[in-house]
């Protein structure tokens, strides 16, 4: 069975532009969880998507919001991209959420560079 | 202040040789605690998964442990080997889905 594919896996934006993320969760998975990893600030929770609809949202602001599609495939944009929005961007999926489930699958995340 | 905090930041050990990282947590009400392993440049894989009645749950040379009375958790590396340097990342789910992270642990595996 696939894994977790993120695309694209290296991005370079510049300040102000907006960026879309690609996660496709593993097949038969309906939740898809969204990550943002930065050294200073390690793991933050972003947004959880179960079935089409938000189920969970972090401390982020508007600029960050996302989809989930009817085959469970998600979408993650960023719109006026700033400096501190470089990060690794990282999905995970499970079978139906994060706390009833227990187990999620991480990809291989989306390095992204804002200059 | 973190809900999640593990100890130490890093450590360096060699091989074949064992350790133990901490994560102590004030997340409540409590649902499951997870240990992750993250590879550098990789997505994080998860090692175990307690819940409250779980005190000690096995993966290979990985051990974790769960004092749900005191809210501290423990993984031990038996044997290490150079394949486990890696980051090392507690992450405790309260019931209603919210999760939190711990900064994690880096640990060093040296021949």
């Known amino acids: 069975k696939a894994g977790v594919t993120q695309t694209p896996r290296y991005l370079i934006k510049t300040r102000g532009q907006q960026v879309t993320l690609s996660c496709s969760p593993i097949?038969?998975?309906?939740?898809v969880s969204w990550y943002q990893q930065t050294p200073g600030q390690g793991l933050q929770f972003l947004f959880e998507y179960f079935s089409e609809t938000q189920r969970n949202k972090g401390n982020f602001p508007g600029r960050f919001s996302g989809r989930q599609f009817s085959n469970s495939r998600s979408e993650m944009n960023v719109s006026t991209l700033e400096l501190g929005d470089s990060a690794l961007y990282l999905c995970?999926?499970?079978?139906?959420?994060?706390?009833?489930?227990?187990?999620?699958?991480f990809g291989p995340g989306t390095r992204l560079t804002v200059t | 202040k973190n809900q999640v905090e593990q100890s130490p930041q890093s450590l360096i050990i060699l091989e074949g040789k064992n350790c133990t990282l901490q994560c102590n947590y004030t997340v409540s009400p409590f649902s499951n605690l997870r240990w992750y392993k993250q590879d550098t440049g990789r997505g994080p894989v998860s090692l175990t998964i307690?819940?409250?009645?779980?005190n000690t749950k096995s993966n290979g040379r990985y051990t974790a442990t769960l004092d749900a009375d005191t809210k501290q958790s423990s993984l031990h590396i038996t044997a290490s080997q150079l394949s486990d340097s890696a980051s090392y990342i507690c992450v405790v789910s309260a019931i209603d889905y919210k999760l939190s992270f711990g900064a994690g642990t880096t640990v060093t595996v040296r021949a």
């Open positions: 995970a999926s499970s079978l139906t959420g994060t706390a009833l489930s227990y187990e999620q699958y």
């Open positions: 097949s038969g998975h309906r939740s």
């Open positions: 307690m819940t409250f009645s779980e």
